[in-house]
């Protein structure tokens, strides 16, 4: 690696979600490795999985870190890695490039303090919402009564959160299965009842965590999340430029109907032009009389710039 471990450890600290805690040992781990380590005929891994470990999470298609950490204990064995750990790295492919990085950076420490007002609007409805519950002897009563059945304290994590159980996209659960028999299990399924009742995704200590308007970035697309109390008006409530932006961040190309077919069409011509250019070259023609048996072939009118067959072969 050519920067050095106080280098790549600054470089973390600027990402979101605590990310110099999560895989600052994973970086302890490369720059400790023996120099001899750099000899090992997969070491060039690592050096691929180095670069994965500074791109925002939110990119991360499986979980590098834990990847990373894998390999790095392979490579100090003198161990080969199989088959499929290969394979999995050469799937990875490059990072996003830095621009995406960078957007998506942003995008990362807004989400982190759960602030969505750069792309979202209408704010007010869900500060209203959340001034209501709070003020609803209702809500606080029925949180009561679960207090009082449970020492909800056992089930918060180390910032006083309890949340309840995630639903996935197109609605996937897969720690759905109704248990009974312990108390942890008898309090998921309260908790996560309140939580629907209330429109929550938690409680921090006594005070609700209300459902918001979000926009998040995922390794395969972007979600928007509209909780079920929420009036849409989709033309005031998004950003939609500021989304768009952002998703496209990935290197989405145009897209439509029209632009579809013309895409079809070219790549159609292509696949037409590379046949008769290699037919061409079987039947001994050269120079200027391939390139015009070619373009007569394809039947362009005379005078057709042979730029249009030059970038058609090398499509």
């Not at 298609?61 to 834990?66: A, T």
Request: glycine letters at 6%; charged letters at 30%.
């Amino acid at each position: 690696m050519n920067s050095s471990l106080q280098t790549d450890l600054e470089r973390l600290k600027k990402l979101a979600y605590h990310r110099d805690e999560w895989s600052g040992e994973l970086l302890r781990k490369i720059h400790r490795l023996p120099r001899k380590c750099q000899n090992h005929p997969d070491y060039s891994v690592l050096q691929a999985l180095h670069r994965w470990i500074f791109v925002p999470l939110t990119l991360w298609p499986v979980d590098i870190n834990g990847l990373g950490l894998h390999v790095v204990e392979k490579i100090r064995q003198g161990r080969r890695l199989d088959h499929s750990l290969v394979l999995l790295t050469d799937l990875l492919g490059n990072p996003p490039d830095h621009p995406v990085q960078d957007l998506v950076r942003q995008h990362e420490h807004q989400v982190q303090k759960g602030e969505y007002y750069s792309l979202l609007m209408a704010g007010h409805k869900y500060e209203f919402q959340e001034q209501d519950l709070l003020a609803n002897p209702e809500f606080i009563a029925e949180w009561k009564h679960i207090q009082s059945l449970a020492d909800v304290r056992k089930f918060q994590d180390r910032k006083k959160i309890i949340r309840r159980r995630m639903v996935q996209e197109r609605n996937f659960r897969p720690d759905f299965g109704f248990r009974w028999e312990k108390e942890a299990d008898r309090f998921q399924e309260l908790f996560d009842a309140f939580c629907h009742r209330w429109n929550l995704y938690g409680m921090k200590e006594d005070f609700p965590l209300l459902l918001r308007l979000t926009v998040n970035l995922t390794p395969y697309g972007t979600m928007i999340f509209i909780p079920a109390y929420w009036s849409l008006d989709y033309k005031r409530d998004f950003k939609w430029r500021t989304i768009a932006a952002l998703h496209r961040a990935r290197g989405v190309p145009r897209q439509g109907l029209k632009l579809g077919m013309n895409r079809l069409s070219r790549e159609e011509e292509a696949r037409k032009a590379k046949t008769l250019w290699e037919s061409a070259v079987k039947a001994g023609l050269k120079g200027d009389r391939k390139t015009n048996w070619v373009m007569g072939q394809m039947g362009w009118a005379a005078g057709t710039d042979e730029s249009k067959l030059k970038r058609l072969l090398k499509g």
